[in-house]
């Protein structure tokens, strides 16, 4: 991702990261969780993985995450200057730098069961490895793992905002230079 930032010149905040993310998996955090073979984000290939958690880290130009904080800060300013007394403060022609912007990368954290890879897709096969995977685990027994991160970037496309001028019709932000 690192590699991603700076080849488009980009910046990234973190919008959402679920509880286990980037967590080892343990024994207790593995029976806990479901079984899957293949999802929007992972292709099936015959291995058993378990979802550890997801990240979601959006364009610094997105939508503003901390608009209720700024708006409790402001009101508990205006609520400490209750005196007649004008105090200074800078007048800001513009108080964010937001633009909606929609891009976003998307990273799930997995665990893959390796040792219970299965190379023919029936709902039987399925169940059975997974059943097998569930009393190992149970039973504490030693479970062979591989730890995976899958990563969806953004489209070229979803930094463009469109300008009411009619002789400019988009506009590329600087953090998302075109054509990358």
């Known amino acids: 991702m690192k590699t991603y930032a700076s080849s488009t010149s980009s910046a990234w905040r973190t919008q959402v990261k679920e509880k286990f993310y980037g967590c080892d998996p343990e024994l207790e955090t593995l029976k806990s ?104 685990l149970l039973k504490g027994g030693i479970v062979e793992t591989q730890s995976v991160y899958y990563i969806r970037f953004p489209d070229e496309n979803c930094n463009v905002v469109k300008i009411p001028n009619e002789n400019q019709k988009f506009v590329f932000f600087a953090s998302h230079p075109w054509p990358p």
């Not at 108080?95 to 998307?106: N, R, V």
């Open 33 to 136: 969780k479901k079984i899957q073979w293949q999802s929007d984000m992972i292709q099936f290939d015959g291995t058993p993985w378990i979802l550890m958690g997801r990240k979601v880290l959006s364009c610094h130009q997105g939508p503003d995450l901390d608009k209720a904080a700024k708006i409790k800060r402001k009101k508990e300013r205006e609520a400490k200057n209750d005196h007649d007394c004008h105090s200074k403060h800078r007048h800001l022609a513009q108080d964010t730098k937001k633009m909606d912007c929609t891009a976003k990368i998307q990273v799930r954290h997995a665990v893959k069961f390796t040792q219970f890879k299965i190379l023919e897709d029936t709902e039987f096969k399925r169940r059975k490895a997974a059943r097998t995977i569930k009393e190992t």
